[in-house]
């Protein structure tokens, strides 16, 4: 049985191969890939001042040494201030 770590989520699986020594007898060959990335994360944020909008990606290294890429996404959604002019008769 082999183990082996990936951080492509595609990669991930089992596998087995019947192959054959030189003496002729065959075997079994298992590799099991786990897969040891993080997703991306995005996060959602609202805020009520305008210059705070906007969108914001670092790039992070989990536990087992993968990247991945956090994105912050800040929303406004204040009101714009209003100016009423009025006449009055």
């Known amino acids: 049985m082999i183990n082996e ?15 054959t020594n030189s003496n002729g007898c065959e075997y079994t060959e298992t590799t099991i890939v ?3 990335g993080s997703e991306d994360v995005v996060i959602n944020e609202t805020t009520c001042d305008a210059a705070s909008a906007g969108t914001t990606s670092v790039t992070l290294t989990n536990a087992n040494g993968c990247e991945y890429t956090e994105t912050t996404i800040v929303t406004y959604v204040g009101t714009e201030d209003m100016v009423i002019n009025e006449t009055i008769l």
């Open 34 to 36: 786990t897969y040891v």
């Open 5 to 19: 770590n990936t951080n492509d989520a595609a990669s991930a699986g089992t596998t087995t191969l019947t192959l």
